[in-house]
């Protein structure tokens, strides 16, 4: 989801992650602290990945992400202005308990081939991040002729 604000509620360039196992949004960034040219005019851009199917309309689910965004960033964020709203099916890999054990699988597929993502750590950003990184250690390892641990 997709927010427009007359100021940033934060001035950091930072994704911001909701503890709450309740809550719907997960996590949060201010895409005009890093980006300014993707906000509106005078405006900052905030944006939620929010977790779960819409129990009603989506301006009911607009609603009750800028309830939660007010327990963020006091009043101010229900006075937000809802851009857009792009619902991903299947965002990211289901993994139940165990699915990924060890948690952090090889991205050594052999013959100079490395394979990363979200489905070879666990199922996140972060993990894609992680599992892309490793694949680069390793890709250059290999390049210059050394192996390396990661």
Request: glycine share 8%; proline share 7%; net charge negative.
């Amino acid at each position: 989801m997709y927010f427009a604000a007359n100021e940033p509620p934060i001035d950091d360039a930072m994704l911001m992650l909701e503890t709450d196992p309740s809550a719907r949004i997960n996590n949060a960034v201010v895409m005009s602290n890093v980006a300014p040219e993707v906000a509106p005019d005078g405006q900052a851009l905030v944006s939620a990945t929010v977790l779960g199917e819409p129990q009603g309309s989506i301006e009911s689910l607009v609603e009750e992400v800028r309830t939660e965004f007010s327990s963020w960033f006091g009043p101010v964020a229900r006075s937000w202005r809802h851009l857009a709203s792009y619902p991903i099916a299947e965002a990211l890999p289901t993994q139940p308990s165990g699915a990924l054990d060890p948690v952090a699988r090889s991205v050594i597929a052999g013959d100079g081939v490395f394979v990363c993502g979200d489905h070879r750590h666990h199922a996140s950003i972060h993990g894609a991040l992680e599992s892309g990184r490793a694949a680069a250690v390793e890709a250059t390892s290999y390049i210059r002729g050394s192996s390396v641990d990661v």
